[in-house]
């Protein structure tokens, strides 16, 4: 009987110590694009994904798409949140990435001073940078680029290959080398040209920070800007939390993830900054696209 006690004694001590012991805090090693951290969202996103799981710390890294592919590939990161197409493809080619998904898309747009010295309002993207172009070339247009290997600046340089044009060099056209609120920053000070992802334009106008800059430019396939996902593999780079980075992964496509991203941002700019991908028809064929596949 004694020895009965004795057990029972010392099973309620252990049980007691795991009680009090705090689970182990997760960490997750997410690598974004900047588009999507500035504008709030990525933190959005966790936030909510943290209510469940309140011992997961999420750890951003904010920076343009391809340094943000460039660090998952050395291990620095479980997954990424990227824009890029033409660059995530040699990475999944590579099999540094798995598990792709498409979970939101807005677009491009061409932004300048109100009085347009290229008279590039309303036309059709290629035709407005060539407008820059030449007007750039006369002294009397500038051109702020982001120069930081990121997806927007992955996509101005297309336009202007789209162009048959390379602006590289010339003294009108700034590579600034920055995120992109930066860069629409300096644009905005210059009274020059840039391209942005929609969504940044929107909160830092509500913010009254660029008041300077007008969207110009906004139609046109080739200025689609598609979000992806991927988890970094842990078969080709060690020490990856596959498991909470594909538990984010699926939060952030499920329906509750895909709420807040069509509601972001109504209450404070008054409209969405990015479109969900559920439900949407066809990304994944304009993502191959855009991809060059």
Avoid: C
Wanted: aromatic share 10%.
């Amino acid at each position: 009987m004694l020895l009965v006690l004795l057990l029972l004694t010392a099973l309620i001590g252990v049980s007691g110590l795991y009680l009090l012991s705090p689970p182990r805090t997760r960490v997750l090693r997410v690598a974004t694009t900047t588009s999507l951290y500035a504008t709030g969202l990525l933190e959005a996103l966790a936030g909510e994904f943290r209510r469940e799981r309140p011992h997961v710390v999420v750890q951003f890294i904010a920076v343009g798409s391809g340094e943000a592919l460039e660090r998952a590939s050395r291990g620095d990161a479980d997954m990424v949140f990227v824009h890029a197409p033409s660059l995530e493809r040699r990475y999944v080619e590579e099999g540094v990435l798995v598990e792709h998904r498409i979970f939101a898309y807005n677009y491009f747009v061409l932004v300048g001073h109100p009085e347009d010295p290229a008279g590039a309002r309303g036309l059709d993207p290629v035709a407005a940078f060539r407008r820059i172009f030449e007007t750039g070339g006369r002294g009397d247009a500038v051109f702020v680029s982001r120069g930081d290997n990121s997806g927007t600046h992955s996509r101005e340089l297309f336009l202007w290959s789209l162009a048959g044009l390379d602006p590289r060099g010339r003294p009108w056209y700034l590579e600034a080398g920055a995120g992109m609120s930066k860069t629409l920053l300096i644009a905005n000070e210059r009274g020059a040209y840039t391209l942005t992802d929609i969504g940044t334009y929107l909160k830092l106008r509500a913010e009254g920070r660029v008041p300077n800059l007008e969207v110009l430019v906004d139609r046109g396939e080739v200025l689609a800007n598609v979000y992806s996902i991927y988890i970094v593999n842990p078969a080709r780079v060690p020490g990856v939390n596959y498991a909470l980075a594909r538990e984010f992964a699926e939060f952030a496509t499920s329906e509750r993830g895909q709420a807040i991203v069509g509601s972001y941002g109504v209450e404070e700019v008054g409209t969405s900054l990015f479109y969900p991908a559920l439900g949407t028809e066809g990304l994944e064929e304009l993502w191959a696209k855009l991809a060059g596949g």
